[in-house]
């Protein structure tokens, strides 16, 4: 995974590798799902994050959910709820802290 982080004066490259990345002591997560019944999915970070930052999870469908909405039911520092329109549809996501 790479990713751009804007620093001013400059931005700053980072690259991790693996789930969770931590730069400058803020984690990342990415990760791959399926709604289960109910067509909900819940989703726990394997470490916290930090109490004074706001997770942001981005959602994207899976090759057998193209044609499929998600939603966040709830988002805390230690997981987060996704909502589907149906049972057994793929998603992937992200998910890091902002302080």
């Known amino acids: ?9 400059e931005d700053l490259l980072v690259d ?11 984690r990342i997560f990415v990760g791959s799902g399926a709604t289960g019944g109910g ?3 819940n989703i726990i970070f394997t470490t916290a994050f ?3 930052d706001t997770p942001i999870v981005i959602i994207t469908p899976g090759s057998n959910a193209l044609n499929e909405n998600f939603g966040l039911a ?6 987060f709820q996704v909502r589907g ?3 057994n549809k793929n998603f992937n996501w992200v998910a890091f802290g902002i302080p």
Do not use: C, H, Q
């Not at 995974?1 to 004066?9: C, D, E, L, T, V």
């Open 1 to 9: 995974m790479s990713a751009i982080f804007p620093n001013n004066p």
């Open 16 to 26: 991790g590798a693996g789930s969770p990345t931590t730069f400058a002591r803020r």
């Open 39 to 41: 067509s909900l999915a």
């Open 50 to 52: 930090s109490t004074s």
């Open 74 to 79: 709830f988002t805390t520092a230690g997981s």
């Open 85 to 87: 329109e149906t049972a």
